[in-house]
């Protein structure tokens, strides 16, 4: 349950009337998600979502709505910002700063085959490419300096051999840092629950609240960390032909530069970490009022330890 | 036919390169529209149109599509233009101005009733709002100045009695100029095939390659002496329920001051005058290699002496 902020129907509608999208038909609200409040919202002109921030910094709001706008007007099928009559994408509802995007199509796919990965790959280098030109700039912010902050608050739940192999990895990571390789605005979340199908193809990609400007192939570990498992429930290792099939979509619109093939291999470890140490926060640190589910911690450990086993290069440098 | 500048699917498929749109699927010539050289375009990611622009002033587009970007991302269902990786709405194709923008869905209705003037009358309330915001500026193309121009180009083939009424009711309109009327971003060529409805709702409006700031009485004006017509093929005089219906769902987003109220005879003829002029110029002095229907002028003259008829208040007046 994520409603932490409710709205009626008719705080809405009188809200709507600052906007250009006709009368409110419906209003639905959203149970997933643990950042904001979300709703479902028909107008006689479209279908909408409504999102109230709740605990997001205002000032980062601006990067992640204009990033929004601007992946959506070069293509992407990502949602867009709904500007209000003072040309705004953020006002304010019920005393939360709240935004109005539009809604995508389609479903998520839970166990995405070599056909999904060929969509999200193509997908992803689109984005990269169309985000080069975005303006605005925002540095990750589950990065590493975040790393080390949430370890630090971490640390105190886990039992020594964690302990251990968590600052093995910070340790492992401070070495090798690649200053050079491409980057960009990056989603940095993009799960197989942040993504929609239609039909077999890829009909939007959403939840940019964790969007930042890092190295792009980063972003490319973090799905490859998600989407291509060979069993996201018990084995965890990489399925090649997904993986491959990711990459390949991937490269043949954004072709991989040799350092980010050389990057590749502390990229997924990196991509692992940053996850298990927010799934270990949440786990151990969770905020006042939370009701979320909380994904299991260990998931990303193991990835963790399955990618840094040795003799995992680039699949490309061969 | 309209296809001046013939594309083909490689070249094309080249141009893309430069779009985050995937790869090109279909392409199809729209034998509609008089003015630029259109095609259907679906790629892997989604339906488009692409514009080669044929003879507008170049200086001039960027106010167009701007204008449907603005209006586009407040909600208005209109043709969204497409950036490309240079983030650029307007880049060059065989040798024209070229832009991509999305595709609408629905289809136009050839007589509408009372609903369609509804949801017409809130679209374009709606719009009227909307552009508000909007910084471009361009004088209607179409506008008082234009109107002399085209009336010494046409003089010469008009019998006696046209030539007088013409002379006539330029006087007339010179002698009612109306300076304080609220003014924006006008469609200004708002006809029945410019719109699009799916499921009783309107869907769409495009071509806004006559829009310009001008009063928006004179746009709700244009919208009324075609839409709302007794019998578009017969008895041209203002059918009063769709009429009312149209400027009551108008009214209830964006109420009309008084002074709209006085303008709005004036506002009718002045809209009929546009496009009797027009019709004149494009029968009597066609394009070298034009091969469009031309639209008999008749028809708009007949609506210029019917609203020119004495007691044709503002029927929100009463």
Same mark, same amino acid.
């Given at each position: 349950m994520s409603i932490f902020t409710p709205v009626s129907e008719s705080q809405l509608a009188t809200w709507l009337?600052?906007?250009?999208?006709?009368?409110?038909?419906g209003l639905e609200p959203i149970?997933?998600?643990?950042?904001n409040t979300n709703y479902f919202v028909t107008t006689s002109q479209g279908r909408y979502v409504l999102t109230l921030f709740e605990r997001l910094p205002a000032a980062e709001l601006p990067f992640y709505l204009e990033l929004m706008a601007h992946l959506a007007r070069h293509g992407i099928p990502c949602p867009a910002p709904i500007a209000d009559l003072a040309d705004r994408y953020l006002s304010s509802l019920n005393g939360k700063p709240a935004t109005l995007v539009t809604r995508l199509a389609g479903a998520s796919v839970e166990n995405p085959g070599v056909a999904e990965c060929v969509e999200l790959g193509a997908l992803l280098a689109r984005m990269h490419l169309a985000g080069r030109s975005y303006g605005g700039y925002l540095e990750n912010p589950r990065g590493p300096k975040w790393w080390r902050r949430a370890a630090d608050e971490v640390r105190p739940f886990l039992d020594p051999l964690r302990a251990a192999q968590l600052e093995s990895e910070l340790r492992f990571q401070a070495q090798h840092r690649f200053a050079d390789l491409p980057r960009g605005a990056v989603h940095a979340d993009l799960f197989r629950d942040n993504a929609l199908f239609d039909n077999g193809r890829i009909s939007g990609v959403f939840d940019f609240y964790f969007a930042g400007v890092d190295c792009f192939v980063y972003d490319l570990a973090v799905c490859v960390n998600d989407w291509?498992?060979? /069993?996201?429930?018990? /084995?965890?290792?990489? /399925?090649e032909p997904k993986t491959l099939a990711l990459l390949g979509a991937y490269r043949a619109i954004r072709p991989l530069e040799s350092t980010e093939g050389e990057a590749w291999p502390v990229m997924l470890r990196a991509a692992a970490l940053r996850f298990w140490l927010s799934r270990l926060h949440d786990k151990?640190? =969770?905020? =006042?009022g939370e009701l979320v589910k909380v994904h299991d911690p260990e998931h990303f450990c193991e990835i963790l330890a399955l990618r840094g086993a040795r003799g995992a290069p680039a699949p490309w440098a061969a």
């Open positions: 009337k600052n906007y250009s999208v006709g009368g409110l038909i149970a997933s998600g643990i950042e291509c498992l060979v /069993d996201p429930e018990g /084995d965890r290792r990489l /399925d151990h640190l =969770p905020r =006042p």
